[in-house]
């Protein structure tokens, strides 16, 4: 703090609580924000009342407990706000009332209209726990192409968004991809990975004002969780434009660190061209909005994931690798040395390792970068090796364990109980050295809590707990989820920890994580956010000045 001996500093909030945690080691008992800033902690409550003027919100939260706000290494900001705008499927509890929802939709289209939902749903939740079928859609929407994404690798549709899109009987799978199908060949709607792109390509994408408008209202969603920045896992240009609209219009209620997509479906020259066309390198933007860096998929999700091994449920499967070894270590040379940052989905072992590959190439070519320049997504499954090689070669990985709390299930089924008892071993990882940034990767608001919860479980949503030897302690978890993430940002010395000179990014508690049972977290919401000095989220009108 600078203070100018002339004019006194008057803060505009001035913080009582029962306890601060800084993440610095240090708790405190007071702070003190000024414009959208840190600028005085206390170990004492009245330490800071000589700062309070007249203009100054004294708030008494003498029974909340403060910590960073949480950064969300990994999550798709944008399809959550899209969703908004979409058929809700996530609501639906049958198949019946999913395909209702969809006829509905198509009685409210125009002629050849699209029929897009949320992707927020999963057939888990559905009472049949199936897909809904192409014979089903087709009968919901006859005349209207349905496209009903789940998730970022999988989805359903029905005959006439497969006309649209040109797929029949005789379309090979798209690289990357893959179109499910019947003994005849003829396709059953569903489809993967590049698959869901090469129909999706067809789906009028929405309104830049209304996508916009949906940024606001989806950002507020997670403010209200205790979210004060998201890192964008990946959107194409036109969505970092409605992400400028947001940004101007005064929307977002979190800062937002956007992932560029370069789509595998792209040759080495199309990447490359798509690279140098962008004109920026990561970094260009504000507080708010700020380029993170590219964006490439390397693998399938849960399905399509590449593993080492076979799968347990299709011991003819091991799923697919969308990049080449060879062109996409040269579109990420060229990348990087053009000042571009780079996170690579890989879910799957092998992916892993294949990716481990790739960024060692770059690296033998650029020569020793920044840490956090190379970045590996996921993870899911990894070997004492891979995980060596990913600490030697400076490489951060993004860390959710949201994904196994939310498909531990279907991972029993698709990759076996042992590989599933395996995802996202944290304190492996951690024991190796490695740098971690968490996250959630839901696509839909998710509470930090049930995540910092299911860290230091490994508890799950409907798969019970899975490897509690790979759990790690609470104060661990959150560390990963504010300093992690500020490190892989490039903003610890902004975001992360309560100290002065840090952007004022806070949220309030009814009890103290680090000193509660875990048990408790996982259904703990906040009774505040303030982001950027601004109250983002405020339950009980404490914050009021
Ligand atoms: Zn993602």
């Given amino acids: 703090m600078t203070r100018e001996p002339a004019e006194p500093l008057r803060l505009d909030y001035l913080i009582k ?10 708790t405190y008992r007071s702070v003190g924000l000024r414009g959208a800033e840190v600028v005085a902690v206390s170990a004492e409550p009245d330490g800071l009342d000589d700062l309070a003027g007249g203009g100054t919100a004294v708030v008494d939260a003498g029974d909340l407990t403060l910590l960073p706000a949480f950064a969300d290494s990994h999550e798709h900001l944008k399809e959550a706000s899209a969703n908004m705008l979409l058929v809700p499927v996530d609501k639906a509890r049958s198949v019946a009332e999913f395909t209702g929802m969809v006829a509905d ?43 009903a994404r789940r998730g970022g690798h999988l989805a359903v549709t029905n005959s006439a968004a497969l006309r649209t899109a040109g797929v029949g009987a005789g379309t090979p799978d798209p690289p990357g991809g893959g179109i499910g199908r019947l003994a005849d060949g003829s396709p059953t709607g569903v489809l993967e990975g590049g698959a869901v792109y090469q129909v999706a390509a067809f789906a009028p994408p929405p309104d830049r004002v209304e996508l916009a408008t949906a940024l606001g209202t989806g950002s507020a969603a997670y403010a209200a969780l205790g979210v004060g920045t998201i890192r964008e896992a990946m959107i194409n240009l036109d969505e970092l434009l409605a992400y400028q609209d947001a940004r101007d219009r005064g929307l977002l209620a979190v800062r937002v660190r956007p992932m560029i997509r370069v789509g595998n479906e792209l040759s080495a020259e199309q990447a490359i061209a798509l ?14 909005l700020r380029i993170w860096g590219l964006k490439f998929v390397m693998d399938g999700g849960v399905e399509g994931g590449a593993l080492e091994q076979p799968y347990a449920d299709d011991p003819a499967q091991s799923g697919h690798l969308n990049w080449d070894v060879t062109a996409m270590t040269r579109v990420c ?9 780079i996170g690579t989905h890989a879910a799957g072992d092998r992916a892993v390792r294949t990716l481990l590959e790739v960024y060692e190439g770059v690296v033998a070519q650029t020569g020793d970068l920044p840490p956090w320049t190379l970045v590996i997504e996921h993870a899911l499954l990894s070997d004492p090796a891979q995980r060596e090689r990913a600490v030697r070669g400076g490489f951060g990985v993004t860390v959710q364990h949201a994904l196994l709390w939310n498909m531990g299930s279907e991972m029993l089924l698709t990759w076996g109980p042992d590989r599933t008892r395996r995802v996202n071993p944290l304190d492996q990882w951690l024991a190796a050295g490695a740098s971690l940034a968490a996250g959630t990767d839901m696509a839909r608001p998710f509470n930090p809590m049930t995540n910092v919860w299911g860290m230091a479980t490994r508890g799950t949503k409907s798969a019970g707990i899975q490897g509690p030897e790979h759990a790690i302690d609470v104060a661990a978890a959150l560390r990963l989820y504010t300093q992690g993430t500020a490190d892989m940002l490039g903003e610890a010395h902004r975001l992360g920890s ?48």
């Fill in 17 to 26: 609580a029962w306890a601060i945690h800084s993440m610095t080691g240090r």
């Fill in 105 to 147: 939709a198509a009685r409210h289209a125009g002629p050849g209209g699209w029929v897009l939902t949320s992707m927020g749903w999963h057939e888990s939740n559905l009472a049949e726990n199936r897909l809904p079928t192409l014979a089903e859609l087709d009968a919901a929407a006859p005349d209207h192409p349905v496209l």
């Fill in 275 to 288: 690279i140098r066309g962008l004109g920026a390198r990561s970094g260009l933007g504000d507080d708010w």
């Fill in 333 to 341: 040379t060229e990348g990087v040395r053009r000042g571009w940052r």
């Fill in 498 to 545: 309560i100290t002065p000179g840090k952007l004022a990014d806070l949220v309030a508690y009814p009890l103290d994580p680090l000193a509660a049972d875990p048990a408790d977290l996982a259904s703990l919401t906040p009774v505040f956010t303030i982001v950027g000095g601004r109250p983002s989220y405020d339950r009980d009108k404490r914050l009021t000045r």
